[in-house]
């Protein structure tokens, strides 16, 4: 399983894109980009997934660039609803654990 | 949207118990996961099935054992809970592929006193 590196904390203000970049130097050709998101006391939930490129759906987007050696979670005009961990998981295209970093606590404050 | 439902949210167990914690999903998943959430040490595999009455050990299954006799539904026994049993329970299930996302409930808050 690819190792996942990813900023253990960001503050934002309402209103405000932020962008959460996650290094998977390690990263196999058959591996998948996931990011999930989690509320405290929650389980966690998908967002979004990529495998090369851009990603785009209504919560957020995943920019991955040619080599996949890292990738950026984009969550545009966050409120503070969007206060949460985000997790990157790198795993392949077949069932099995996941396996989750530390993640990043993302806090958005008026 | 499938849905993965924990029995409890909260649940107070004395040192001793046998504890049993129920996950039920509705979209007929072949996957089914059990991890324990700590501070600090972040999500940890506890079990996991891939069929009926298949399981397979995760990363800590010491003090735990599971039962899925139907596909539908993926049970959490602690045998003789203990106070480092402590911790957030959380279900998961899958279709059967990483594309297709893992869908958590929304967990059980264990405490062993």
């Known amino acids: 399983l690819a190792k996942t590196t990813q900023p253990i904390s960001m503050d934002s203000y309402e209103g405000q894109e932020v962008n959460i970049t996650c290094s998977h130097n390690?990263?196999?050709?058959?591996?998948?980009i996931t990011w999930y998101q989690q509320f405290p006391s929650q389980g966690p939930r998908f967002i979004i997934q990529?495998?090369?490129t851009k990603v785009t759906n209504e919560v957020a987007s995943l920019f991955i660039p040619a080599d996949r050696k890292s990738s950026t979670l984009s969550l545009p005009r966050v409120s503070l609803s969007d206060t949460a961990v985000y997790y990157c998981?790198?795993?392949?295209?077949?069932?099995?654990?996941?396996?989750f970093g530390a993640g990043t606590q993302v806090v958005v404050t008026p | 949207d499938v849905k993965v439902t924990q029995s409890s949210r909260y649940l107070v167990k004395r040192t001793g118990e046998k504890v049993f914690l129920e996950c039920v999903q509705d979209?007929?998943?072949?996957?089914m996961f059990w991890y324990r959430q700590d501070p600090g040490l972040g999500l940890r595999l506890i079990y996991f099935?891939?069929?009926?009455?298949?399981?397979e050990k995760g990363d800590i299954p010491e003090g735990y054992s599971v039962s899925r006799e139907k596909k539908e539904r993926f049970s959490l026994i602690l045998e003789s809970a203990s106070t480092n049993q402590t911790s957030m329970y959380l279900c998961?299930?899958?279709?059967?592929?990483?594309?297709?996302?893992?869908?958590f409930g929304s967990g059980t808050r264990l405490t062993v006193v």
């Open positions: 998961a299930s899958n279709p059967g592929g990483t594309v297709y996302g893992y869908t």
């Open positions: 099935s891939y069929d009926v009455k298949m399981k």
């Open positions: 990529g495998y090369k």
């Open positions: 979209m007929d998943h072949e996957n």
């Open positions: 390690n990263i196999a050709t058959n591996d998948y």
């Open positions: 998981l790198v795993e392949p295209d077949s069932w099995g654990k996941l396996q």
